[in-house]
């Protein structure tokens, strides 16, 4: 039981390594909609907002076009997005 | 009894000499204020006031003095009267050399407009139309702001939400908490920050709703949405241009800018790099559209050169034609006096009015000053300006000493 123990840990631990490389990677944005919900680097260079899981660990290409800005809650307009009223 | 008649008829008589003599010596004619200068009438943009005042001072002090006459109309209003040679009889204004404002009276008739100003491109009023011996210069870029009392918890306004609030001044469909057409305050109808915002907002402007308060000027909506500050400091929204804004963004009658943000864009921006400082960045970097360049209008000869050659002195001193540096230097304190970012320190231009996505394109000034300018206008440069007092003091990307700062050209 000990020996398969340490054959489940060492299984995870080689699947998690390969993963964790795979986020290291996509930590620069550079597509116009970056895939991240927190940007928790001070440079994105997407002009959208992330609509993505993982966090960016790491420093984009150029400044954040949000880092700075505040940002109104749309949700507050009568039919935003596709339908506000015309007068 | 006939004494008594007599008596009344005297009173009345002297009574009647004594209001026209008051009358006539209400404010002294605009032409012989007794200041030194060549009188030059501007008429059109109340906006712009603060910056005229600023500037009025160097052209006072220029070697051939010019007496900037002002009229504060409106832009559309001067663009008018320019365009179909009106003359204007409105109330003109002077500043002697301390900068005190003296009221002055048009001749009789009204005053022939030698210049008129607008915050906004001449199409953007209604029925105005240049005539073929006409021309637009431009001048410093007036910014401008949405402002709400300083006690409203806003601080950002989208263009999808001031498009509903000034589309149906908070009836029928409402964007909280601006909804009481009271309190939605707007300028006149021949106002350029008016016809602008339309074009900001992509909003007809025959469609536009809200209440004018007072005469519908600069001033009255600052005081209108100051004052709403102890009743309804959140339901009050206005526009301002930065020279009243930001002359006001404390002390005794304060507003509050808020940032804003374009259509569709995930955030808004402060003109400034933030509601407490004054550098315009964000005008100048292209990241706040709400601004345009200073017009200026006048009657042309076929070379384009105004045929007036006293405007043509006025219009080289907004436009930095033929001035020496020390002038030129002089102009922009002025232009960053009165609130107004000059051309020089811009990134970015224009050659149409705004629309609800900008169409700002990059820019390089003949002979950049921004660090000069945000020294002026912040009290200090930039970490990463150099000072200088001359070319060798500068190198690498920014070889050049301009104003005492090191620019890349």
């Not at chain 2, 100051?226 to 005794?252: C, F, I, Q, W």
């Not at chain 2, 020390?326 to 320190?345: F, L, R, S, W």
């Not at chain 2, 990059?362 to 921004?370: D, H, K």
Request: aromatic share 8%; glycine share 10%; hydrophobic share 40%.
């Amino acid at each position: 039981m000990k020996t398969n123990l340490k054959l489940v840990a060492l299984f995870a631990v080689a699947l998690a390594v390969p993963a964790a490389a795979l986020v290291a990677c996509s930590s620069d944005d550079t597509a116009v909609k970056p895939n991240n919900t927190v940007d928790s680097g001070t440079n994105d260079t997407g002009t959208q907002p992330d609509t993505g899981s993982q966090p960016d660990s790491g420093a984009d290409s150029s400044p954040n076009a949000c880092a700075t800005g505040l940002t109104f809650d749309n949700t507050r307009v009568p039919g935003f997005p596709n339908s506000i009223p015309q007068p | 009894m006939r004494r008594f008649s007599k008596c009344v008829g005297l009173v009345a008589f002297g009574a009647m000499a004594l209001a026209a003599t008051e009358a006539s010596a209400a404010n002294p004619p605009c032409t012989s204020t007794g200041l030194v200068g060549t009188p030059v009438f501007i008429a059109g943009s109340s906006a712009a006031k603060p910056m005229l005042k600023q500037v009025s001072a160097a052209l006072a002090a220029a070697a051939n003095p010019v007496r900037l006459v002002y009229q504060s109309l409106g832009s559309c209003a001067g663009l008018s009267d320019m365009t179909t040679n009106t003359k204007e009889p409105a109330t003109g204004i002077v500043w002697d050399g301390t900068g005190t404002e003296i009221s002055c009276d048009a001749p009789n008739g009204g005053a022939t407009v030698d210049l008129a100003i607008s915050d906004v491109f001449p199409t953007s009023c209604t029925n105005i139309t240049l005539g073929a011996s006409q021309k637009d210069f431009q001048g410093s870029v007036q910014v401008f702001d949405f402002v709400v009392p300083p006690s409203s918890k806003e601080t950002v306004i989208s263009q999808e939400a001031a498009f509903v609030v000034y589309g149906f001044g908070g009836v029928t469909n409402v964007v909280n908490p601006w909804a009481d057409t009271a309190f939605i305050f707007r300028r006149a109808a021949t106002s350029g920050t008016y016809s602008m915002t339309a074009k900001l907002l992509g909003l007809d402007i025959a469609k536009f709703k809200g209440t004018i308060p007072g005469a519908g000027k600069s001033g009255d909506v600052l005081t209108a949405v100051h004052a709403a500050d102890t009743t309804s400091p959140d339901k009050a929204l206005g526009v301002l241009s930065a020279d009243y804004a930001d002359t006001n963004r404390g002390g005794g009658s304060a507003i509050k800018v808020l940032a804003y943000q374009p259509k569709g864009a995930a955030c808004g921006f402060y003109a400034d790099s933030s509601s407490t400082t004054f550098d315009k960045l964000n005008v100048r970097g292209g990241s706040y559209p709400f601004w345009g360049p200073l017009h200026f209008v006048t009657n042309v000869d076929g070379q384009g050169v105004p045929v007036n050659a006293t405007v043509a002195l006025v219009l080289s001193y907004f436009t930095r034609t033929g001035l020496d540096v020390a002038t030129k230097q002089k102009m922009i304190d002025a232009e960053v006096a009165g609130y107004t970012v000059p051309q020089c320190a811009m990134k970015v231009s224009r050659t149409a009015e705004v629309g609800p996505t900008d169409s700002a394109a990059a820019f390089s000034p003949a002979e950049p000053c921004g660090c000069y300018f945000e020294s002026k206008a912040t009290g200090a440069a930039p970490k990463a300006c150099t000072a200088c007092t001359g070319d060798t003091g500068c190198s690498g990307s920014t070889p050049k000493c301009r104003y005492g700062f090191c620019e890349a050209k």
